[in-house]
């Protein structure tokens, strides 16, 4: 393989492989995802509502990477009170 240096880069500095062989393992990065935005409903005497993509973020991404939930998720309260409630 030919290995070209970047702009400032000294080719010379480096030592690089001319050869690789066997397995090599990615490992994964874990992400969180975090419910955000306070989600709320206005009292139909329902215990449950439906989350959309507003109300999540995701983190543990390296650089420029990202996603999104695109699902709807739907959620149940404690209880269909009034007020702040438990999910």
Known sequence: Q???ANA??????YTLPTTAYGTGTIT??????????NPT???N???STVLS???YVISGFIGSESAQINQSA???????NAGAQAI
Request: aromatic share 8%; charged share 5%.
């Open 74 to 80: 739907l959620i149940n309260y404690a209880a269909p």
């Open 2 to 4: 030919d290995f070209v």
């Open 28 to 37: 994964p990065i874990p992400l969180s995802v975090l419910i955000v935005n």
């Open 45 to 47: 005497g329902a215990t």
């Open 41 to 43: 409903k206005t009292y």
């Open 53 to 55: 993509a507003s109300n």
């Open 8 to 13: 400032g880069t000294t080719l010379t500095n």
